[in-house]
């Protein structure tokens, strides 16, 4: 081997290793951005139950969210991992900060799942109508919230959609819907109970809960599919 052998050979071992650096970065940034553990996930809450659609989408398939049977198992979950796999992996980040109290104002209807496209549209795929999966509910439950980050809440409001609204057809709309409780104050805690009431609803309806924290102006909005046996 001549001396320009030898030094071609250096030449190319010093242009391969960058690569091998770049591509191995490139794999840990990936597997990074899939982790359900990173960004907002740790940072805030949601409602875990009745799930919130993304929380759900998360809870059934995060740890197997590349399996195609999810099209037709939960197409639901399966067009909203499509859409924005974070959506999934930061489930408890639906939040806006500055509202004021003026939720009819940022939020405009046909967005209320979304929190009115917050975070660059991020959770814009729970606004899509079709048929989420639902949890069997009695007239008489109780509503969870959990709390990651002990935020405490000024309140919550707990909305229920109208019976004869469909949100497997229909976008839903502040008109859609109708005021259960407005709560107290909640300390800082992990979860935040509401016992909810309902009366002559059947079949197929969204919990609308909304959180407002108490460290600061931000407010989080939450969709539940429920079924009224």
Not at 4 to 11: F, G, L, S, T
Request: glycine share 8%; hydrophobic share 35%; with cysteine.
């Amino acid at each position: 081997m001549t001396w320009h052998d030898h030094a071609n050979d250096r030449v190319e071992n010093r242009s391969k290793f960058p690569r091998w650096v770049v591509r191995l970065g490139l794999l840990a940034v990936t597997l990074l951005c899939l982790s359900p553990w990173t960004g907002t996930a740790s940072a805030h809450g949601s409602v875990v139950d009745p799930a919130s659609r993304n929380y759900g989408c998360w809870q059934r398939w995060g740890s197997d969210f590349q399996n195609p049977a999810m099209q037709q198992q939960d197409p639901m979950c399966w067009q909203a991992w499509q859409h924005n796999p974070n959506a999934m992996w930061n489930w408890n980040g639906l939040y806006r900060n500055g509202a004021a109290g003026n939720f009819q104002a940022v939020v405009p209807d046909g967005q209320l799942c979304s929190a009115g496209r917050t975070e660059s549209g991020r959770y814009n795929s729970m606004d899509t109508v079709g048929a989420w999966k639902t949890k069997d509910v009695s007239s008489n439950f109780t509503l969870n919230l959990n709390d990651q980050a002990r935020h405490g809440a000024d309140y919550l409001l707990v909305y229920v959609s109208r019976q004869g609204v469909n949100p497997v057809t229909q976008p839903l709309r502040w008109s859609d819907m109708q005021l259960l409780t407005k709560t107290g104050r909640y300390a800082p805690g992990d979860t935040y109970k509401v016992n909810l009431s309902t009366s002559g609803l059947t079949g197929h309806h969204v919990v609308y809960t909304i959180w407002q924290a108490s460290h600061m102006d931000q407010t989080f909005f939450f969709c539940s599919d429920v079924n009224f046996r």
